[in-house]
C-alpha cells in the first residue's frame, strides 16, 4: 500500500506542475498580445519587471515576469523562485 501512495503523491506534484506551466503559458500569451499591439511603445528599452494584472497569477507560485526589449523586438518570460514550479514560460514577438 505504501509504494500506492508514494506513486499518487509523484503523480499529485507533476499534475500541479503542469498547471503552473499551463496558467504562466495563458498569462505570457495575453500579456504579449497587448504589448504587440502598441502597448510596447510605453516600455523603456532594456529588461526591466513586468507587472501582470491578471487575477490568475493567485494560482501561480512565487516567480517573477521580465520584460526585455529591444528596438521592437520584445521577449515577455516567467521564471518561478524554485525548481518544479512548471519551469520557464518565454515569448518572443517582434512589435508591429
Not at 505504501?2 to 505570457?28: N, T, W
Not at 498580445?33 to 523603456?44: C, H, T
Not at 523586438?73 to 515569448?91: C, F, I, M, N, T
Request: glycine share 12%.
Amino acid at each position: 500500500m505504501l509504494p500506492l501512495s508514494f506513486s499518487f503523491y509523484g503523480e499529485q506534484k507533476l499534475l500541479r506542475s503542469h498547471y503552473h506551466h499551463a496558467v504562466a503559458m495563458e498569462i505570457v500569451d495575453g500579456e504579449m498580445e497587448i504589448l504587440v499591439a502598441g502597448e510596447w511603445q510605453a516600455m523603456p528599452e532594456g529588461t526591466q519587471a513586468y507587472a501582470v494584472k491578471a487575477g490568475a497569477t493567485k494560482s501561480l507560485p512565487p516567480g517573477k515576469f521580465t520584460l526585455t526589449r529591444t528596438g521592437k523586438a520584445l521577449r515577455l518570460e516567467w521564471v518561478p523562485d524554485k525548481g518544479g514550479s512548471g519551469g520557464k514560460v518565454v515569448r518572443e514577438a517582434v512589435a508591429r
